[in-house]
């Protein structure tokens, strides 16, 4: 059972330019997690999300950050327009349940996006 | 809002040396706590974790105890090796939010053989 697939592993993109950063959960998870981690910080939530439904983006920047987890196919973290400030590693995270039901989150190896 | 506080780091400890790593919480229900690690490069792996007050969690000779009367949940090892090497996070569920992990800003830990 393969655990949570995060691709790119790395990413550099230029000022204004699009980054799509893919996460596969874990088989059978129907719960993801999306985390930012900026240098030297720990990780702070962004948006959870179900099967085709966004159920808290309470962490998510207002503009340009969106999210989605398709029927199909994996779950997307999309930054438009991205600045400097976007570079930090992003990682996803897939349950059964939610984690407060005791069930423990999965991390992938996360994606770390550069933006010069 | 829920928060955690860790030690501040880095860290650094003789090869054998105990380690104790402090984390204190503050949340307005009964979450869970967490104590995540994360090794140079890689994601984050759940190290141990605790549900309720008092249980004590524990793996690869690592614990730490969740102590509600100080909102705590240390982490501890008796003897520490070169591998323990890596950036160790604690973490509560949210109850307000029940569905996402707060951090702690990690702790770095060098063991020096």
């Known amino acids: 059972n393969a655990g949570v697939m995060q691709n790119p592993r790395h990413l550099v993109r230029r000022r204004g330019q699009e980054a799509r950063l893919r996460c596969s959960p874990m088989k059978g998870h129907s719960h993801v997690y999306w985390y930012r981690q900026l240098p030297e910080e720990g990780l702070k939530f962004m948006v959870y999300l179900q099967k085709e439904n966004i159920i808290d983006e309470s962490g998510m920047p207002k503009e340009r950050f969106s999210a989605e987890f398709p029927k199909e196919g994996p779950s997307i973290l999309r930054i438009q327009q991205v600045v400097r400030g976007d570079s930090a590693a992003y990682f996803c995270a897939s349950s059964q349940r939610t984690v407060y039901m005791n069930t423990e989150a999965f991390f992938g190896q996360g994606t770390r996006l550069t933006v010069v | 809002g829920d928060s955690v506080t860790q030690m501040e780091g880095p860290v650094t400890l003789s090869e054998e040396a105990c380690l104790t790593i402090n984390c204190t919480y503050t949340a307005t229900g009964y979450p869970s706590l967490f104590w995540y690690v994360q090794y140079p490069g890689e994601g984050l792996q759940l190290l141990l974790k605790a549900t309720k007050a008092d249980d004590k969690g524990s793996n690869k000779g690592f614990e730490a105890t969740y102590r509600k009367e100080t909102t705590s949940f240390h982490l501890e090892k008796g003897s520490v090796q070169v591998s323990d090497s890596a950036v160790y996070f604690c973490?509560?569920?949210?109850?307000?939010?029940?569905?996402?992990?707060?951090f702690g800003q990690g702790t770095r830990l060098t063991i020096n053989p």
């Open positions: 973490a509560l569920s949210d109850p307000e939010g029940a569905q996402k992990l707060v």
